[in-house]
């Protein structure tokens, strides 16, 4: 189930407290500093969304989503973007590092209109393949690759929430590869959710 946002507390009110008692995945700034997901979005929302329409739109994480929804979710609006970005994992057991081209991403996502809007983050995980260990591991970002996903995802909120008319996106990105990342470690490809042999965007 999720909570309604009209019976929650929006981002702008008590922030710090959100960041604070949140748990996110972080995010490369310039300078080698760390920020989070909710974050880069709000500073999207702000400009894209919030500047337009009036509404403040959230981002928490939240790793129990699917890459489906229910039809008492649809009913209630949430709509849904899957998407993938390039990510870098380092092991907390034995420190192996390693990068993945497709790290596989799901938002779930509506707009409540009076109450705003909110967005919902699942980003899929793997494991280290130089030890032993079974900890599934969440990558980390660079800032311009997370402006992507989340700009694609504005595009996505503005069409689908607001229907607006966006003009398909002429910018195409730095293409970067990676070695195709093992099944058995990738949580996506466990759950029959990654496209393994296209590791490549």
């Not at 500047?51 to 009913?75: A, E, F, P, V, Y």
Request: hydrophobic share 30%; glycine share 4%.
């Amino acid at each position: 189930m999720y909570t309604d946002i009209a019976n929650t507390v929006p981002l702008k009110e008590h922030r710090d407290s959100f960041l604070h008692n949140s748990s996110f995945v972080t995010v490369r700034m310039p300078g080698g500093q760390y920020s989070n997901w909710a974050d880069v979005f709000q500073n999207i929302q702000e400009t894209e969304l919030e500047q337009h329409h009036g509404h403040n739109w959230t981002l928490k994480i939240k790793n129990d989503i699917t890459d489906d929804l229910t039809s008492n979710q649809r009913q209630n609006g949430w709509k849904i973007y899957l998407s993938s970005s390039y990510g870098r994992f380092k092991c907390s057991n034995c420190h192996h590092a390693w990068n993945s081209a497709r790290v596989s991403l799901t938002f779930h996502y509506r707009c409540t209109y009076s109450a705003g809007g909110e967005v919902y983050l699942r980003t899929y995980r793997q494991k280290c393949k130089n030890c032993s260990s079974d900890k599934m591991l969440t990558a980390k970002f660079e800032q311009n690759e997370m402006d992507q996903v989340l700009m694609r995802l504005a595009n996505k909120i503005r069409k689908n929430c607001y229907n607006e008319a966006i003009s398909p996106n002429t910018h195409v990105s730095t293409s970067k590869k990676t070695k195709p990342h093992e099944a058995s470690l990738c949580e996506a490809c466990m759950l029959g959710k990654c496209s393994r042999n296209a590791d490549i965007y």
